[in-house]
C-alpha cells in the first residue's frame, strides 16, 4: 500500500529540546517538502528536497533542519532556536512533472511543554 | 511573491445545497492550479489539479474551474451532503518557484448539516 507515513502523530517539545519528525515515503518520489500549518492559517514551506543529499530552504526555514540521506525518508529537526514551534507539521511528495500531483503524510502534531 | 486567497472563510448550508468556493491568486504566472480537502487533524487530500492550459475539471459532484487572465477559481460543489464538511485549500504552482512548490490558502472551512 503506498503512500507517505508520519510519525510520531503527536509530540511534545520542552524548553531547550531538539526534536525529530519523521516521514517516510514508498512512492518512489524524488521531491518531498515539509510545511507547517497554524491554525487558521495556509500551508507555509520550511524545506524542500528534490533529490537525495540535496535540500533547500523554505520561507520559513529558521529554527528547523532537514536531511535526505535516503530517498525514501526526509526527516525535519526542531531545534530550541525555533521559539514559536507549536503547530501542525505535514510532510508531502511530489508525483513529477508527468503527473503534478502533491501528496501529503497525516501530520504531526507538535506542542510546547 | 504569489499570495493565494480564499474566501468565505468559513460557510455552513443545509444538505442539498449546491455551493462555490472561490480562490484568487496575484500572479497568473502558475503552472497548475490544485484543490485539496482536509479533514480535522488529518493530512492534505487532493480533489483536482487543473493544468494552466486547462479552463476546468470535474470528479463526481466537483468541478472547478480556472480563469489564469484574472486569477481566480472557483471549486463547485453540487447537492452538498454532510460528509462534505471539510476545509478545503486552494493551492497554486507558481512558474518562478521550484516545481512542485505550491502556494496555499487558508482555506474555506465548509459544514454541511443535515
Known amino acids: 500500500d503506498g503512500g507517505i507515513t508520519q510519525s510520531p502523530k503527536y509530540l511534545f517539545r520542552k524548553e531547550g529540546q531538539n526534536v525529530t519528525l519523521s516521514c517516510e515515503q514508498n512512492l518512489n518520489h524524488d521531491a518531498m517538502y515539509w510545511y507547517r500549518q497554524d491554525p487558521g492559517q495556509g500551508l507555509r514551506l520550511i524545506y524542500y528536497?528534490?533529490?537525495?543529499?540535496?535540500?533547500q530552504k523554505g520561507d520559513i526555514a529558521e529554527g528547523y533542519s532537514v536531511s535526505r540521506e535516503k530517498k525514501e525518508s526526509f526527516p525535519l529537526t526542531v531545534t530550541s532556536a525555533q521559539k514559536n514551534p507549536t503547530a501542525f507539521y505535514l510532510c508531502?511528495?511530489?508525483?513529477?512533472?508527468?503527473?503534478?500531483?502533491?501528496?501529503f503524510g497525516s501530520g504531526t502534531q507538535l506542542s510546547v511543554l | 511573491k504569489q499570495e493565494v486567497t480564499q474566501i468565505p472563510a468559513a460557510l455552513s448550508v443545509p444538505e442539498g445545497e449546491n455551493l462555490v468556493l472561490n480562490c484568487s491568486f496575484t500572479d497568473s504566472a502558475i503552472y497548475n492550479l490544485q484543490w485539496f480537502r482536509q479533514d480535522p487533524g488529518k493530512g492534505l487530500t487532493s480533489l483536482l489539479l487543473i493544468q494552466s492550459s486547462q479552463r476546468e475539471q470535474t470528479s463526481g459532484r466537483l468541478n472547478a474551474s480556472l480563469d489564469k487572465s484574472s486569477g481566480r477559481s472557483t471549486l463547485y460543489i453540487a447537492a452538498s451532503q454532510p460528509g462534505d464538511s471539510a476545509t478545503y485549500l486552494c493551492?497554486?504552482?507558481?512558474?518562478?518557484?521550484?516545481?512542485?512548490?505550491?502556494?496555499f490558502g487558508r482555506g474555506t472551512q465548509l459544514t454541511v448539516w443535515p
Open positions: 528536497s528534490q533529490i537525495v543529499n540535496d535540500f
Open positions: 508531502a511528495s511530489w508525483t513529477g512533472a508527468t503527473n503534478e500531483k502533491l501528496f
Open positions: 493551492a497554486v504552482g507558481d512558474r518562478g518557484s521550484t516545481l512542485g512548490r505550491l502556494y
